[in-house]
């Protein structure tokens, strides 16, 4: 857990208290910024979970992984409840690799992936997600086709420079602008890793 500001997304540039849950859905991201939180964590009571949030003093609360959505039945659900009731707006990071819950009430940003020849994703989620945020590189039809499939609304997509590192991503900075720009989608900087690089806990 840690503070700071959401580096991406429709609420990129607010503070938020991040919350960053351990475990990840295979095949995995071959340009994954957060491979430690695969198999390293520490396992907390959910009501300490809910103190240290708190302590923040901050309300906007980002959960992220790995896939926190692996946890949902082991102890999620009840600290999404906790943190509801005690005032706080919150997000949820997710591939979009395992189904989110229908009850689930905070807000989804889900982040399709092509890996593997194959798109990594629960096509039920197309209803449930609140946006659709992908990386790209510079070729886009994949992407496009992956739209143009399901139909997704133009303001609820967020196009992002693919890369784990600031040089990666400047090289295709503007090409992805330029392609939103055409396209009207929504372009999404990584805001924290064009001011840090690929220092972690930002």
Aim: aromatic share 14%.
């Amino acid at each position: 857990m840690f503070s700071s500001l959401q580096g991406e997304g429709p609420f990129m540039g607010r503070p938020a208290v991040f919350v960053r849950l351990s475990r990840c859905v295979p095949p995995f991201c071959p340009w994954c910024d957060t491979v430690y939180a695969r198999n390293r964590g520490e396992t907390l009571d959910i009501g300490e979970v809910v103190d240290r949030v708190l302590d923040f003093k901050n309300n906007f609360v980002v959960i992220t992984g790995g896939e926190p959505f692996l946890q949902w039945d082991s102890g999620l659900r009840e600290l999404e409840e906790r943190l509801i009731a005690a005032g706080c707006k919150i997000q949820y990071e997710t591939s979009g690799k395992l189904a989110i819950p229908l009850n689930c009430r905070g807000y989804k940003v889900c982040s399709p992936k092509f890996l593997k020849g194959a798109w990594r994703f629960v096509e039920g989620n197309i209803h449930v997600a609140d946006i659709f945020k992908f990386v790209a590189a510079d070729d886009f039809r994949l992407l496009e086709g992956f739209i143009e499939k399901y139909e997704i609304p133009r303001q609820k997509i967020w196009i992002m420079p693919l890369g784990a590192r600031r040089s990666d991503q400047l090289k295709l900075y503007a090409r992805v602008w330029d392609y939103c720009v055409r396209k009207k989608f929504n372009f999404a900087p990584r805001l924290h890793v064009l001011a840090f690089d690929r220092r972690k806990g930002i």
